[in-house]
């Protein structure tokens, strides 16, 4: 039986002043699923991700058209809280980007904003759960008091992900979230990465293949702003249907 995307997108044209980035990407991204973005640098990936939740809103010169929908609603709509919709639509960057404060005020942060709990045990509760959904409350329960900024780079990305899941999101988005990280941390992201899955959709920009064959259920690849396929994960890695998304999965440029 058909289910209804998550995220559906149609026609999506980005534009920064004249130059266009993105030429008519049209995508359905589902729950339970983590779909990965693949493609060479500056091929217009990480800059569709952000128009999922409208972080290119914050670049002057960016201009989206097309339709990108969130179970049915516009997200460019005019009435859209944007504040809303980034808590229901979170992201986790390249570089961990804990916040200056202790790894409790970390994961506290957007649920304070959100006014999400009504007293410090509900607090305290939303933090613990992040934390564990993070695979880190083990690692830092006896420190929360401790800065984010003091912890290594894999488990400051594991806070920036349980930042982002202690608001309750509907979708992560995730740009190149292990480029920074070490072998061993980025085995831990990509194993939480999996057991994410069961309760978010996820999407995962990345530049290494051998991750996006790992972690992903469907792939699209870019190239040149264009979407150039997308399809399962195994047949996009051993059968793609177009010959650059061959070329480009062979390293014969990319």
Request: proline share 4%; charged share 25%.
């Amino acid at each position: 039986m058909a289910t209804t995307p998550k995220i559906s997108a149609r026609n999506v044209d980005v534009f920064y002043g004249a130059k266009k980035a993105i030429d008519q990407v049209s995508i359905d991204i589902d729950e339970g699923i983590v779909t990965a973005f693949i493609g060479p640098s500056g091929c217009g990936k990480s800059t569709f991700l952000r128009t999922l939740n409208r972080m290119n809103d914050t670049i002057a010169s960016c201009r989206v058209e097309g339709s990108i929908k969130l179970d049915g609603e516009d997200i460019y709509d005019g009435r859209m809280d944007v504040v809303q919709l980034r808590a229901r639509v979170g992201m986790v960057f390249q570089k961990p980007n804990p916040f200056p404060k202790s790894i409790f005020e970390n994961v506290a942060y957007g649920a304070r904003i959100h006014g999400l709990a009504a007293g410090k045990s509900e607090m305290d509760e939303i933090v613990e759960k992040a934390l564990r959904r993070a695979g880190l409350w083990d690692e830092v329960k006896d420190r929360l008091t401790d800065a984010g900024t003091a912890l290594s780079g894999g488990q400051q990305q594991r806070l920036c992900i349980a930042r982002a899941i202690a608001v309750s999101p509907e979708v992560i988005l995730m740009d190149e979230p292990c480029s920074a990280l070490d072998p061993i941390a980025t085995a831990r992201i990509e194993e939480l990465i999996d057991e994410l899955k069961e309760r978010y959709a996820i999407v995962i920009v990345t530049h290494s293949m051998q991750q996006a064959a790992r972690v992903s259920q469907r792939t699209a690849f870019f190239h040149l702003g264009v979407m150039v396929e997308y399809g399962d994960t195994d047949a996009i890695f051993t059968n793609p249907r177009e010959e650059r998304t061959k070329d480009y999965i062979t390293g014969r440029y990319g």
